[in-house]
């Protein structure tokens, strides 16, 4: 768990958020987080990555999906005694890469409005908008069958193509 720490602490702290790293690069940030947490809740946070090899050279801004792993932590499974599961998900549509962060904790009720207007998901959606104007999108909220998933979508761009 140090070591993680260690390795997620130097990377998250020497990349440049401006920048964009390939996909591949990005969940490997994402499952070093979430094995951080792991330790923390070791009962409780379950976690399924599915991410088509075809999209692992995609590029994405760097650790935009970090505040939405972290918000899936805290309003998503800190809040729950039963095991929660987070999901991370990559595909392709005909308007370019979807990417998703989803959990299955308790549904939010009045707190939905906290978290859909937290500092994390503002980022996130700025960070975008900044990068790629009006061609991306962040959408979030409640699920119909509990939790709250956030949905990104952007152009497609592949490193080295």
């Known amino acids: 768990m140090i070591l993680n720490l260690s390795t997620f ?3 998250s702290l020497t990349a440049d958020p401006t920048e964009d790293v ?3 690069e990005e969940i490997r940030l994402q499952r070093l987080y979430l094995d951080i947490e792991a330790v923390r809740f070791p009962e409780r946070l379950k976690v399924e990555i599915t991410v088509p090899p075809q999209l692992s050279n995609a590029c994405v801004p760097c650790l935009i999906l970090q505040p939405l792993v972290e918000n899936a932590i805290k309003y998503g499974v800190s809040r729950r005694e039963a095991p929660v599961t987070i999901k991370i998900g990559a ?3 005909s308007h370019g890469l ?3 962060v989803e959990d299955d904790g308790e549904p939010l009720g009045d707190d939905a ?3 859909g207007a937290g500092v ?3 980022n996130v959606a700025d960070r975008l908008k900044a990068r790629f104007g009006e061609a991306a999108a962040c959408r979030y909220g409640p699920l119909a069958n509990g939790g709250f998933g956030v949905t990104i979508f952007m152009p497609l761009e592949r490193h080295g193509v």
Request: without cysteine; glycine residues 6%; positive net charge.
């Open 120 to 122: 994390g998901l503002k």
């Open 91 to 93: 595909r392709e549509d």
């Open 113 to 115: 409005k906290l978290h």
């Open 98 to 100: 979807v990417l998703s």
């Open 22 to 24: 390939v996909l591949s």
């Open 9 to 11: 602490f130097r990377t």
